[in-house]
T-cell receptor
Framework: NAGVTQTPKFQVLKTGQSMTLQCAQD?????MYWYRQDPGMGLRLIYY???????DKGEVPNGYNVSRLNKREFSLRLESAAPSQTSVYFC?????????????FGPGTRLTVL | RKEVEQDPGPFNVPEGATVAFNCTYS??????FFWYRQDCRKEPKLLMS???SGNEDGRFTAQLNRASQYISLLIRDSKLSDSATYLC????????????FGAGTQVVVTP
C-alpha cells in the first residue's frame, strides 16, 4: 500500500499563477485534510472533507479551494497564488471523523510563490 | 495566545540519557491528545496517543495533567534515531475532528 500520496513534491509559481495539488489515499479512509506548515508554526488546517461528497473550511481557507473527487482523492487549488502561500502543504487522511483517529500524512508539497 | 504551546528547543541529549518536555494547551475542555513525530523535511507520524491515565510505549512515556493543562513526553535511553521534532496535538471540543498542532519541540541526540 502506498498510503497517502501527493503530487507534485516541489513547485515554484509566479504571483497570480494557479495550480492544483493532488492527493490520493489507498487506505479506504473516509476523512481527508489539507494542512500548511510554516516555520515556527504548527500545522494549520486549510480544508477538510469528513466524508465523500462533503468539504468544509478549516482555520486558514482564504485563497484556496478543494474538491473531493471521490473517496480516494482530495485536491487543493490555488486560483491566484500569492507569496504568502509559500509553504509546505500536507494532505492527510483518517478512518473516520472526530478527533480520536490517527491521521496519516502524505510526504508534502513544497511550494514557493515568487 | 496559541491554543497549543511548546518549547521549540532544541533539547540536546547525550545518547542513552533521558529527556522530557511538556506542551501546554489553552482549552480546558480539550478531549484527546497526541504526540506526533516529524523528521526533518518529512511528514508527521503518530508516535502515541495520550490517555488520561498516562501511557507507555517502550522507551516513551506520555502523561496528561488536566488540572494544569499540559501533556508531557519522556524519552528514556535516547537513541540517535530519536532525533526529530515532536509535535503536540490536541483535539478541541466541538470542532468535529479538527486537530490543533503545536509548532514542535526539536530533540537532538548526540553520540
Amino acid at each position: 500500500n502506498a498510503g497517502v500520496t501527493q503530487t507534485p513534491k516541489f513547485q515554484v509559481l509566479k504571483t497570480g499563477q494557479s495550480m492544483t495539488l493532488q492527493c490520493a489515499q489507498d487506505m479506504n479512509h473516509n476523512s481527508m485534510y489539507w494542512y500548511r506548515q510554516d516555520p515556527g508554526m504548527g500545522l494549520r488546517l486549510i480544508y477538510y472533507s469528513a466524508s465523500e461528497g462533503t468539504t468544509d473550511k478549516g482555520e486558514v481557507p482564504n485563497g484556496y479551494n478543494v474538491s473531493r473527487l471521490n473517496k480516494r482523492e482530495f485536491s487543493l487549488r490555488l486560483e491566484s497564488a500569492a507569496p504568502s502561500q509559500t509553504s509546505v502543504y500536507f494532505c492527510a487522511s483518517s478512518t473516520g471523523s472526530g478527533g480520536y483517529n490517527e491521521q496519516f500524512f502524505g510526504p508534502g508539497t513544497r511550494l514557493t510563490v515568487l | 495566545r496559541k491554543e497549543v504551546e511548546q518549547d521549540p528547543g532544541p533539547f540536546n541529549v547525550p545518547e542513552g540519557a533521558t529527556v522530557a518536555f511538556n506542551c501546554t494547551y489553552s482549552n480546558s475542555a480539550s478531549q484527546s491528545f497526541f504526540w506526533y513525530r516529524q523528521d526533518c523535511r518529512k511528514e508527521p507520524k503518530l508516535l502515541m496517543s495520550v490517555y488520561s491515565s498516562g501511557n507507555e510505549d517502550g522507551r516513551f512515556t506520555a502523561q496528561l495533567n488536566r488540572a494544569s493543562q499540559y501533556i508531557s513526553l519522556l524519552i528514556r535511553d535516547s537513541k540517535l534515531s530519536d532525533s526529530a521534532t515532536y509535535l503536540c496535538v490536541v483535539n478541541l471540543p466541538d470542532s468535529w475532528g479538527k486537530l490543533q498542532f503545536g509548532a514542535g519541540t526539536q530533540v537532538v541526540v548526540t553520540p
